[in-house]
């Protein structure tokens, strides 16, 4: 007779059904280059036939891994493999999924301090190695987040709270018509409407133009506004474009404004001395968006924010409450004291023990290598008859179209389009594309862990034959 009420696994069942699970993972990696860097996506059918009431009675395991790993997860954009060079990648190192194994198989409370102070104190130490890599002051305080759009809002409401306290209706906020979609987003959920959000148009490379930032920022004063913050970008998602930050640092100090960087593309970077000249200005940042899912390899769900004054992010989310563990000392990080959440996941977890177990030597070589690679095949595919490289890259993403004598822009754009697919559905690298400057751009966005020069090689391949197929 089992007993209903009791959920618990016997240690031989949880040791079976853990090995059951690690088989799977593993020999899911284990073929990953392999496996089509796209499934099939026709899925509306398969969507519609999985609906199905709530199970009132359990089922055994192996199954419902067969469906996972056979059916469902096949059927998805390959974000791990190491052709996908779509969007911003990152790949999700192997050490994340341990570190996910460990938080839930342990379960403890780890958004208070007094609750599970070593635990903490781990997510501390890698909230100080970012600051340090980051070159911000020590009066940095920092915030794992579920992802770049979440660590942009708290930035934003950091932003607000120090520049406007109750007057939010006067605050205008700049951005430019490169700026991640997060970011008018998070500003209106954090209270900023869209008819205070300017866009600042950018220049030849991508880059907001400061001229018309300093314009938009006298024009809104004239009009009574408060200018309260700029959102630049440390490499931009359409084109990896890092904007002038040095510049508009010292504007906003000028002009008494906050500067936030959203780094989730290109921060990481920042951790390779030698190219840290690619992002000067970065560490005078206000405050700074990372997205460890992307340029730090760690699997989905884990942002950063970095505030320069740690006291700002503080303020802005500081409680207390009579039936919380009292934290006296103030020598601690409290992660609950510095966001929202405070029942939640181990984030600082995954990155530690991705950390402990590469160090940061490896991660450096990784980040460096990415760049590498996207400079010699964006070199490569300038090359190309028919490409012309409207983004070279500044980090590791490039951007370009195609093109021949007579060719419309309407039909430019469609072929660029039709180049992107065609090199998709091959299945060995998944590129996407973007709108700017006024044209269809293609786009390749070296930064998953798994992209080595094989996969490089093989892209520059298949855009010469597809473009030159397209084209001819
Ligand atoms: C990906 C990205 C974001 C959003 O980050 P998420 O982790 O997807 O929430 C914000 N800004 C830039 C520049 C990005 O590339």
Redesign the pocket.
């Known amino acids: 007779m089992t007993d209903a009420a009791s959920l618990e696994f016997t240690p031989r069942d949880m040791r079976r059904m853990g090995e059951a699970v690690m088989g799977r993972v593993v020999d899911h990696l284990a073929t990953i280059g392999e496996q089509p860097v796209r499934g099939d996506m026709d899925a509306a059918d398969l969507c519609r036939a999985m609906r199905e009431p709530a199970p009132e009675l359990g089922s055994t395991l192996e199954p419902l891994l067969d469906s996972l790993f056979e059916e469902w997860i096949p059927r998805s954009f390959n974000t791990a493999s190491p052709g996908y060079l779509a969007?911003?990648p990152g790949g999700g190192v192997f050490p994340g999924a341990l570190a996910d194994l460990i938080a839930s198989g342990v379960n403890r409370y780890t958004g208070v301090w007094p609750t599970a102070p070593a635990l903490v104190q781990l997510e501390a130490n890698v909230l100080e190695w970012l600051r340090e890599w980051m070159q911000l002051p020590p009066s940095t305080r920092g915030l794992f987040t579920?992802?770049?759009?979440?660590?942009?809002f708290a930035a934003i409401v950091c932003a607000r709270e120090r520049q406007l306290g109750t007057e939010l209706r006067r605050g205008a906020m700049y951005l430019s018509t490169e700026?991640?979609h997060?970011?008018g987003k998070s500003a209106k959920l954090a209270g900023i409407l869209p008819d205070r959000v300017r866009t600042i148009a950018v220049d030849g490379a991508f880059r907001m133009r400061i001229d018309l930032l300093e314009e938009a920022i006298a024009s809104d004063r004239a009009a009574g506004l408060v200018p309260f913050l700029v959102v630049s970008?440390a490499?931009?998602?359409n084109t990896g474009a890092v904007d002038p930050l040095r510049e508009i640092a010292a504007l906003c100090r000028r002009e008494g404004l906050w500067h936030h960087i959203?780094?989730?593309?290109?921060a990481s970077f920042h951790l390779c001395p030698e190219l840290r000249p690619l992002l000067a200005g970065l560490p005078e940042a206000d405050s700074l968006?990372l997205?460890p899912?992307?340029g730090l390899f760690i699997p989905?769900g884990t942002?950063a924010v970095l505030v320069r004054d740690g006291e700002a992010l503080r303020a802005a989310h500081a409680q207390t409450a009579s039936y919380m563990p009292e934290s006296r000392d103030a020598e601690f990080y409290d992660p609950h004291q510095y966001g929202p959440d405070l029942s939640r996941g181990f984030p600082g977890l995954r990155v530690w023990l991705a950390f402990k177990l590469y160090g940061a030597a490896r991660y450096r070589a990784a980040l460096a290598e990415k760049r590498t690679l996207a400079l010699d095949a964006a070199r490569r595919i300038a090359a190309l008859p028919h490409v012309v490289m409207d983004a070279p890259p500044q980090l590791s993403l490039f951007a370009f179209h195609l093109e021949w004598p007579g060719a419309t822009p309407a039909q430019q754009d469609a072929a660029t389009r039709e180049l992107l697919e065609r090199v998709t559905r091959r299945g060995k690298v998944f590129i996407t594309g973007c709108h700017a400057g006024g044209r269809f751009l293609a786009r390749v966005c070296v930064l998953s862990f798994r992209t080595r020069k094989a996969q490089m090689d093989t892209c520059v391949e298949h855009i010469a034959e597809e473009a030159s197929a397209i084209c001819s």
């Open positions: 969007f911003v579920t992802g770049g759009s979440m660590a942009n700026t991640h997060s970011v970008s490499g931009t998602t959203d780094g989730a593309y290109g968006t997205d899912h992307k989905y942002g």
